[in-house]
DNA sequence: TCTCCGTTATGACATTTGTCACTGCCGCGT
DNA sequence: ACGCGGCAGTGACAAATGTCATAACGGAGA
C-alpha cells in the first residue's frame, strides 16, 4: 500500500529534489508536485494525496495558510509543514492551522520518511527540540495592533509612514512602538523587530 | 565518464535530496556531501571531485570563503554556487572567489545538471536575470568603515552600542550612518540597512 | 453594574538620530 | 609637490523617536 503525497515548495530545485529523495523508497509516490501555496487545495483535489508536505514561504499563499485550506477542503490529507525555520511561533500557527507534522530541513532524510509514515498511523510528529523551545517562547504578549505597527515598522519607514499605512494618528503608533519595545525588553524599534521576529510572535 | 561531485549544503534534507536527484543521472556521481563550510576543503581533497556545489549559508565558513579556499587548494575542482538567494552582490563575489557557475535554487533540476556539464565543459554558467540584476546594481559605493557601521547597526544597537563596539567615538559612528543613508537613498538606518543588503552591499 | 483590557488619541518631554560644516591625518597617484 | 579620497573626530542644530500621563470609548467578563 503506497503513501500518496502532495510536495508543496516554492524552490523548484528542492521540490525535485525531494520528489527524487522520496522517490526512492518503495512505499512512496509523489502524485503532486506545486510551487505555490494558492495552488494545493487544487492539486490536492485532483489528485487526492495521503500526506501534504508543504514548505511555509511560497508565493501567493503560505504553507500555514494553505494547510488552513487542506484541512477544511480536504480534511482525509494529514499535513506536515516542512520548513527551513526552526522558529518558535512557527510550529503554534501550524498546529493551529491543522497541520499533524512539523519537519525542519535542518533533520536527516530519514526522519522526513519516518514522519511521513507515523502521521499516516494517526500520530503527530513534531521536532522534539523546537517543541521545547516553542514553549519557552510562549505565548505572544504582544496585542494585534502592536503587532501590526511592528510589521508595518518592518519596511524601514519613518513613524508618519507606517501611521499613514494603518490610518492611524502618529501618536498612536508611537504609543505602540513603545509598548512593544517595553514587551520585547528592546532598546528601539529595530531591536523589537529583531526579538518578535525571533520569538515568532509576528 | 562520470563526473564527481561535492555537495555542499547545511540543511541535511535538502543536501540529501539533492543527493538523490543528481544521483538519478547517469553521468553524475556524489563522491562526498558535508554540511558545513569549513569541512569542504578536507572532504574534496580526499574525494578529488570534478565539481562543487556549495550553498553560500553554512556554519563554520560560508560557501563564498569555502569556494576561494577550495580553488587555492584545489584548483583542478571547479566551483558552482548554488544557493536560496539570487541577491546580485553574491554573484560578483561567488566570481571573486573563484567559482564558475552560480545556480538559484528556485531554477528546475534540468538548470542544475546542464550547469554541471557545462562547467565540465569549462564554460562558465551563470543564471542569466541574475547577472543582469548585478550589473545593474554595480559596484557598492560604500566605503569598508560605513559598510562595518552598517553591519553593526544590525544587530539593533543604539549608535553608542555601535561606536562601542568598533572603537568608534559616536559622532564618527553618525556621520558613518549619515553617508550610508544618503548613498543607500534611504531615509534612515533601518531603510538603508534593508537597500544595502538587498544589493548585496555588505 | 462595575471593572479590566484593548484601541485610539493628545500633549509634553527627554533622548536619540540624522545632517552639516569644518578639521586633521595618512596614503596614493600624477 | 600637490590634490584627492578615505578615515576619524568635534560641535551645533533640526528632526525623529521613545516615554509618560491622561482620557474617551467599547466589549468581555466577574
Known amino acids: 500500500m503506497t ?15 525531494l520528489a527524487a529523495l522520496l522517490g526512492l523508497e518503495a512505499d512512496f509516490e509523489v502524485v503532486a508536485s506545486v510551487g505555490r501555496g494558492d495552488e494545493v487545495a487544487a492539486a490536492a483535489i485532483a489528485c487526492s494525496p495521503d500526506v501534504a508536505l508543504l514548505d511555509i514561504e511560497m508565493p501567493g499563499l503560505d504553507g500555514l495558510a494553505a494547510a488552513s485550506v487542506l484541512a477544511s477542503q480536504l480534511p482525509e490529507c494529514r499535513t506536515v509543514i516542512l520548513t527551513t525555520f526552526g522558529r518558535a511561533g512557527y510550529l503554534r500557527r501550524a498546529m493551529e492551522a491543522g497541520a499533524v507534522g512539523f519537519v525542519v530541513k535542518d533533520a536527516p532524510a530519514e526522519v522526513l520518511a519516518d514522519a511521513i509514515r507515523r502521521v499516516m498511523k494517526g500520530e503527530r510528529v513534531i521536532d522534539p527540540t523546537l517543541a521545547a523551545e516553542t514553549l519557552a517562547a510562549g505565548d505572544s504578549p504582544l496585542t494585534a495592533r502592536e503587532r501590526d505597527v511592528l510589521i508595518a515598522a518592518r519596511s524601514g519607514g519613518s513613524v508618519a509612514d507606517i501611521a499613514a499605512r494603518l490610518y492611524l494618528s502618529e501618536g498612536t503608533v508611537r504609543n505602540y512602538l513603545s509598548y512593544a519595545i517595553s514587551k520585547t525588553d528592546a532598546r528601539n524599534r529595530m531591536d523589537a523587530l529583531r526579538v518578535a521576529d525571533e520569538r515568532g510572535w509576528l
Chains 1, 2 share one sequence.
Open 3 to 17: 503513501i500518496r503525497l502532495l510536495l508543496a515548495d516554492d524552490q523548484a530545485l528542492v521540490r525535485d529534489a
